[in-house]
């Protein structure tokens, strides 16, 4: 395979061979030809061309891959020497793998024009969208594969202007093309039949009669000799006899040429964003020469770890051609014994189909023996430790899951899982954990997530929304796809979400995603309540402090305020799990006058669901009284001594005291006049004088409401929380 590379000082550009060694990340174009007027190689070697329409597509997209931060680009027209017929077949049945390991595909449109004073053609549809749907490029044979096989693709006008991507046009292009949105969205293409692959190329065209044939070779999967005079016919009669020596397994066909990354359960993420220091680590450790190598990635659900595992897939595919990858599910034995039957029978393991074969065994031994050359495999979802640890019930053995993993020199294993217990418990050395994204990352998602930029065209909401959703990227992509949906503004969702009853809607809210699994919640709220219920199975006190934690401010909880109960080791444990799964951090801080105090904070989003978990299982009202009793036993009424510790305590009676919805009145009197002595004596008299006013406000409306003055109790509650601003801040309590 040959690349471009653009020459300094805009001087040029120069032909680059790989032929041993893995090519190097590369962007493709994708266009049409106009006669006479394209760079050929020859015209490259020789240094001419430059006059020709056709160098400008050359000078778009190297510079194009430049701003994506690629090197080297290939074109058609100049990068395959057709003065060969060698290499001419070559490439044919190799243009499909080329396109697929394109780190971009640019598709330029010489027929679509965009006014120059138009910076954001994605938001003014109208001006392009016909002329788009009539362009030449889809009544092209070849550009059928082109459109199909790359991982991200991406539409200009003759301009240079960006039109959108392939998955933003999806709709546009499958009027136009009739190939189902599945297909557009990475699908994998042995889904659809034969018949319905064939229909795709009917209404398309090519120069030379029998290339309506061969543009299809990629599409199946499939290698033929080039005979151009055959006549279409016969070379269509060729490829179906091809296609089905491949279906019935037909022919001396090596391991090393099944379509592997057909095992791969999600097509390729065209959105995928930052994340390349964490990528570079996991290449780094997982294919150090001669080393069999395990790896572990955990965090918080819905921070992107499978997401990252699938892209590393790819990427090691498009690296490595003959690399075998494997995607084996961890969510149950069984997940995982089907996931093992699928490689079994994609191997071809001899009695793999047989009634009581022991598949794990076959395929653990298979992959083994080293004689398969590189391969990857994914475990993921290991979140439940016991699965892969415990024994198999399944097996005819007391095996476990994780015994049947295998081991080579040649491969590698990459496990996800939300619980650095399991992290720790499946590879004690090669752990990384992943943390939300910054915030250039996270407003980049957001980007490319959001199919009219002219919604984000309010930075200030942008920033709100992204601290507000703390970089997470399962959340921003659920904010995203409801922005889409709605055709709502960042401003206006910001504004949906200052209300609590909205906010948990807003989590809530279903929305299509093809890289997470179609039979698991796909909502933020519900990706934690899996995890919620998990730790309430595996680790009961941990449970305890989390409903507790969701009843007082997320911030600075001191480990001595969580209820009591379970040894020091059970104690030890509990929050092991809960910062285990990342709910919540650590901060080390000295109290004055005390020994070492252990100090928490809750992760924002995980505080909110909390507080919907325990409303929708009819458990916060309970929660919320043993936080506020929790309270009443450790806060005096004022006084010096022990300050240096209850003043710790302070915020989170506050909070508690702040819940007029859940907590009775007799109870937030007490919690407020505690709170009014705890401040005069810690010399903050405003505050004091106002939680004793607002104390008294709340004790006055219980006896005008006995009273039946229902108008006047109404009065002083609305006076008392006024007041209750002024003591706890607008922002108090956090939801």
Same mark, same amino acid.
Request: net charge neutral; glycine share 6%.
């Given at each position: ?22 090519? $190097? ?166 889904? =659809? ?62 391991? +090393? ?7 791969? $359960? ?88 047989? %009634? ?46 994780? %015994? ?9 294993? !990459? ?116 995890? =919620? ?76 669901? !909390? ?29 010096? +001594? ?8 302070? $915020? ?26 705890? +401040?005069?004596?810690?010399? +903050? ?51």
């Amino acid at each position: 395979m040959r690349l471009l590379k653009r020459l300094p000082g805009d001087s040029g550009f120069e032909l680059t061979s790989f032929k041993d060694d893995p090519a $190097p990340p590369y962007a493709i174009l994708s266009h049409t030809w106009t006669d006479g007027q394209e760079v050929t190689y020859k015209d490259l070697v020789e240094g001419t061309g430059t006059d020709k329409d056709g160098y400008t597509k050359i000078r778009f997209c190297g510079e194009r891959a430049a701003a994506d931060g690629l090197e080297y680009f290939w074109v058609d027209t100049c990068c395959i020497d057709k003065s060969t017929s060698v290499e001419v077949s070559t490439a044919i049945n190799s243009m499909f793998y080329w396109y697929q390991r394109a780190a971009k595909c640019y598709v330029y449109l010489t027929d679509v024009a965009v006014p120059d004073e138009v910076t954001n053609p994605e938001a003014f549809r109208t001006l392009w969208v016909q002329a788009f749907q009539r362009s030449r490029w889809f009544t092209q044979g070849w550009t059928l594969q082109e459109l199909l096989a790359p991982a991200s693709v991406e539409f200009f006008s003759h301009n240079g202007k960006r039109l959108g991507n392939r998955i933003a046009l999806e709709q546009e292009i499958h009027s136009v093309t009739s190939i189902p949105v599945g297909a557009l969205r990475g699908q994998r293409l042995t889904e =659809f039949s034969v018949e319905k692959r064939i229909s795709w190329a009917a209404k398309r065209t090519t120069t030379i009669k029998e290339d309506k044939v061969y543009c299809l070779l990629g599409i199946f999967g499939v290698f033929l000799s080039l005979i151009y005079g055959e006549g279409e016919e016969y070379a269509m009669l060729r490829l179906k006899e091809e296609i089905q020596k491949r279906q019935q397994g037909w022919g001396n066909v090596a391991v +090393q040429d099944l379509s592997v990354s057909l095992s791969l $359960p999600f097509p390729r993420n065209e959105l995928f964003v930052g994340r390349e220091s964490q990528l570079q680590f996991i290449k780094q450790i997982l294919f150090s020469p001669n080393t069999h190598q395990w790896m572990t990635i955990y965090g918080l659900g819905g921070c992107g770890k499978s997401a990252l595992a699938l892209e590393f897939a790819y990427r090691a595919l498009a690296e490595h051609a003959r690399r075998l990858v494997f995607w084996v599910p961890a969510i149950s034995p069984e997940s995982f014994g089907l996931a093992y039957r699928d490689i079994g029978i994609r191997l071809r393991i001899p009695g793999i189909g047989d %009634d009581n074969a022991d598949v794990k065994r076959l395929v653990k031994e298979t992959l083994s023996l080293g004689n398969l050359g590189d391969w990857l495999m994914i475990v993921d979802n290991a979140d439940d430790s016991e699965i892969l640890l415990g024994v198999d019930n399944n097996s005819n053995k007391a095996a476990r899951l994780i %015994d049947y993993i295998p081991h080579s020199n040649e491969g590698a294993i !990459l496990f996800t899982t939300r619980s650095r217990k399991a992290a720790t418990d499946l590879n004690q050395s090669n752990v990384l954990e992943l943390n939300d994204m910054g915030k250039a990352e996270a407003r980049q998602l957001l980007a490319q997530r959001t199919t009219r930029q002219a919604l984000l065209n309010d930075e200030t909401a942008v920033d709100v929304l992204l601290e507000t959703l703390t970089g997470l990227p399962l959340a921003i992509v659920q904010a995203a796809a409801f922005i889409n949906q709605n055709n709502t503004s960042v401003s206006e969702y910001v504004s949906l979400f200052q209300h609590a009853v909205a906010k948990a809607e807003l989590f809530s809210e279903h929305f299509e995603d093809l890289s997470r699994y179609q039979d698991m919640d796909r909502t933020i709220a519900k990706t934690w309540h899996i995890s =919620f219920r998990q730790i309430q199975r595996q680790d009961p006190l941990a449970a305890k402090y989390l409903s507790f934690i969701a009843c007082i401010d997320r911030i600075s909880i001191p480990q001595s305020l969580l209820l009591p109960g379970g040894s020091i080791v059970q104690q030890t444990k509990a929050l092991g799990t809960l910062t285990g799964y990342a709910f919540i951090t650590e901060r080390q801080q000295t109290v004055p006058g005390s020994k070492k105090e252990r100090l928490f904070d809750m992760h924002r989003l995980v505080h909110m669901a !909390l507080i919907w978990w325990l409303e929708g299982h009819g458990e916060r009202e309970k929660w919320v009284g043993a936080a506020a009793a929790r309270a009443e036993e450790l806060v005096p009424y004022g006084g010096h +001594q022990g300050k240096e510790v209850w003043s710790a305590y302070l $915020p989170h009676l506050m909070y508690v005291a702040g819940l007029v919805d859940v907590v009775n009145g007799a109870m937030s009197v007490s919690l407020l006049e505690r709170l009014g002595q705890c +401040q005069k004596s810690l010399g +903050q008299y405003a505050l004091a004088e106002t939680s004793h006013r607002k104390a008294s406000m709340s004790n006055l409306a219980q006896v005008l409401d006995r009273q039946g003055k229902y108008e006047e109790a109404e009065a002083m509650n609305r006076q008392e929380l006024e007041c209750t601003k002024k003591v706890l801040g607008p922002s108090i309590p956090r939801r």
